[in-house]
């Protein structure tokens, strides 16, 4: 079996309720590229990239696809392989890594129809015959009502019977972070697992200070409390 195209497919849809991030950042739309891997066997490989559609589509198109194309889909940790060494001198992070997940993740798609087996097995089996989902939103919104608006949705997942909640943190104010995540926490109970997102939105005192008090109101997990790039400074 041999690779014969590959096909980026970019998404855009528009969002009814705009929301911000911690970042600041306003979203009145969402993105995705869609990657698709096709084969001469007939078996059609499916793949996403995270980021900006646009930027992983003009590095899909014109600096992976080349390298595949002709290829042997089950050579997977080859073509990875194949298509890390081309990026290297352009950034081993990032958007190009990224670009490679939505080939990468392809590839193992074909191999999985292919095979007529599910990933898991293909790549080692699964230690969990189930995982928990968790509802992950609580953006900010109104900033009249960011409080009790996320008390509201909070409320609607748990009533959805989710038993794990995301939200969202970072205003600019530790204290009144603190003072919504409590909230949060008092509406769903102690029943259901709450998760915090900062969106690296802090610095490192910040992000140790505050997670201490997440801590005491049970937060099961606080994601990206510092930028991906916080060095940290150690003495001797």
Known sequence: MKITDVITHQLSVKIDQPFTSARGWVYTTRGALVVEVRTDGGITGWGDCYGPTAVCKSIVDTLLKPTVVGKDPFDVEVLWEMLYNKVKDYGLTGMTVSGISGIDIALWDIIGKATGMPIHKLIGGCFRPKVLAYASGL???N???LTDEAVEEARGYASQGFRAIKMRIGLGSTKRDIERVAAVRAAIGQDVQLIVDADHSYNVPQAI???RELEKLGVYWFE??????????TSR
Not at 225 to 231: C, D, G, I, L, Q
């Open 139 to 141: 953006y900010f919104r």
């Open 143 to 145: 900033v009249d009502r």
């Open 209 to 211: 200070s505050i997670g």
């Open 224 to 233: 990206e409390p510092v930028s991906p790039r916080t060095s940290t400074v």
